[in-house]
Nanobody, 128 residues
């Protein structure tokens, strides 16, 4: 069973930066490049929403409009890691951030129910 483990969340003031990391394990015969990877987030009282994704070779990196130009997603296929660099953070970015894996591409249109693997989530809190 594929396992995803996030780290790097925390508390930051508006305008600050955080870097989230996601480590993949338990691939059991799959290769990391078989998985489309991405990040979703869920704020209190709201539905889980797409943030960013990265294709197998990182040729495609779609972003939600709300984070485009501020967040950067990347992946390291050798070490089976995915990263989300978040700059110029805003209070509305406050949410639990989840690493997501799918045995297909993840796009802006991908719904949470279409994700095959989830991390446990990491809290990001941005103060005004």
């Amino acid at each position: 069973q594929v396992q995803l483990a996030e780290s790097g969340g925390g508390y930051v003031q508006a305008g600050g930066s955080l870097r989230l990391s996601c480590a993949a394990s338990g691939l059991a015969g799959r290769t990391f490049t078989d998985l489309g990877m991405g990040w979703f987030r869920q704020a209190p009282g709201k539905e889980r929403e797409f943030v960013a994704a990265v294709s197998w070779t990182a040729a495609l990196t779609p972003y939600a409009d709300s984070v485009k130009g501020r967040f950067t997603i990347s992946r390291d296929n050798v070490n089976r890691m995915v990263y989300l660099q978040m700059d110029n953070l805003k209070p509305e970015d406050t949410a639990v951030y989840y690493c997501a894996g799918r045995e297909a591409l993840i796009t802006k249109a991908t719904m949470p129910k279409q994700i095959d693997y989830w991390g446990q989530g990491t809290q990001v809190t941005v103060s005004s």
